[in-house]
């Protein structure tokens, strides 16, 4: 249990000194990684700390840092960890592989199971490809359609995040100067080190903007091998497609013959057992998921129409890795999908979330704090700054408060309850979230609130 359950929590963690153990690892870290860090999502502070908090233990919806603090956790490895952490359903399936084997180089009985589970679960799941991260099965993906239709260019929306690999790292997060018009927003690298062809080959598009994108298709429909997206964009703060859009797109891009990939990182196997294809009732020719599908272990995969993955099938579009599919991790993927394929499992995790949802706006309301929050129970964010009015595109993202959702952050985390950094990502719930999780959130929530007001 959280140290205290008064409003005024003991773990608080407001100065330099109050995580000392983590102060010292990240001194530490500085001498032999990068930045101190193993990913670019990781270079964040803690708050008022000018450190990383370093988490060295989970168990079911808690976590533990360093210096023995305890949290809620609703960051859950950016939503990997959809049962809790040390599940031991995934902990059995793992220890029993991992006397079996951990490797072999070759076909594995594993994989096959686990790819039927996926078959029966996604719609127009006709085969499936294995990878070890999101990134690995967004470029197989890519190259799927690339292959099928004859064509290089790919259109994305601005904001959405496909992975940091070259392929799709473009216009993730521009500034206004370097987007350019909202009509015909620019590409714009993520970083230095992306080669000007690879920018050329990405069309930027506004998301929700029918009228825009149609007119966009048009100047390059002859050019274009896929259109790609976020059907809930995760990485801009769970805003959400307006009524119809994603239906217009799916008949636009059958009509153009132009191949249409969900990349369901992160709401697939989390807002339905069979994803956003099954939540919108909307079903793309090639699907990308990582994240959820693992719980908590390094397996992605790219799944879709029988007629474009029958060229990955036959070596024509080639797709390659020494761990796809590796038994361990597949046996963990097999044991979380069949437990999040049972009756009530997701139903629960988004009554969880909605409880959370339903806290965050009471409180808001009962401060007169303008904010609104997006997403559906399983994912969402709040956001601070908008006078109420949810998010249309990734330009509205860069008018919020961010100074005020980190104010908010930081006082929730002094409560006990930990999540992500970033205002323009999400909390996730996990199905280790129980009544009394809720309970002690909703305090922290109404006492973060207190100190934003």
């Known amino acids: 249990m959280i140290k205290t359950r008064q409003l005024k929590s003991e773990i608080g963690l407001p100065g330099q000194d109050q995580a000392p153990a983590s102060k010292k690892w990240f001194q530490q870290a500085k001498t032999v990684l990068a930045g101190g860090i193993s990913s670019s999502a990781r270079a964040t502070t803690t708050g008022n700390l000018p450190y990383p ?31 809790g952490h040390a599940n031991t359903e995934i902990n059995a399936a793992v220890t029993d592989q991992l ?4 490797m072999f180089g070759t076909c594995n009985t594993v994989e096959v199971a686990l790819a039927g589970q996926i078959r029966s679960m996604v719609p127009g799941a006709d085969l499936v490809r294995f990878a070890s991260s999101g990134s690995e099965a967004i470029c197989g993906a890519v190259r ?8 290089n260019k790919i259109l994305k929306f601005e904001g959405h995040y496909h992975g940091w690999v070259d392929v799709l790292a473009i216009s993730n997060r521009p500034t206004l100067d370097d987007a350019g018009a909202l009509e015909a927003p620019a590409s714009h690298p993520h970083s230095r080190g992306i080669p000007q062809g690879v920018v050329d080959d990405v069309i930027i598009a506004p998301w929700n903007e029918q009228e825009i994108l149609k007119a966009i298709l048009q100047r390059h429909e002859d050019k274009l091998a896929a259109v790609i997206l976020e059907p809930m964009v995760a990485n801009n ?14 008949q636009e891009c059958s009509r153009r013959n132009i191949v249409l990939i969900f990349d369901e990182i992160v709401t697939g196997f989390r807002v339905a057992p069979g994803g956003a294809a099954q939540y919108l009732k909307i079903v793309p020719d090639l699907a990308v998921f990582s994240k959820a599908i693992g719980g908590g272990f390094p397996i992605s995969a790219f799944t879709g129409r029988r007629d474009i993955m029958e060229l990955v099938a036959a070596n024509i579009s080639k797709h ?28 629960a995790i988004e009554a969880h979330g909605r409880s959370l949802i339903d806290a965050i706006n009471r409180a808001a309301h009962d401060r007169q704090i303008p904010c609104v929050v997006q997403g559906v129970g399983s994912m969402f964010q709040v956001i601070f700054g908008t006078n ?24 929730l985390l002094e409560h006990g309850v930990h999540i992500n950094s970033s205002g323009s990502a999400c909390w996730f719930v996990s199905a280790a979230h129980g009544p009394e999780d809720g309970r002690l959130a909703e305090m922290a929530i109404q006492a973060a609130m207190q100190s934003i007001s």
């Open 99 to 102: 006397q079996r084997g951990t």
């Open 320 to 347: 390659g890795g020494t761990y796809n599919g590796n038994p361990v991790c597949a046996a963990a993927a097999l044991a979380t999908l069949k437990i999040i394929n049972q009756p009530g499992v997701l139903d």
């Open 388 to 411: 109420g009015h949810p998010l249309r595109h990734y330009r509205d993202l860069l008018k919020v408060d961010t100074g005020k959702f980190a104010a908010f952050r930081q006082s």
């Open 144 to 151: 799927a359609a690339r292959g099928f239709t004859g064509k």
């Open 237 to 250: 703060a769970c805003i959400m497609p307006q009524p119809g859009f994603l239906e217009w797109i799916r």
């Open 53 to 83: 908090l370093y988490l060295i233990r989970g168990s079911g919806s808690r976590v533990w840092d360093a210096d023995g603090h305890e949290f809620i956790d609703y960051l859950l490895s950016y939503g990997a960890v959809i049962l």
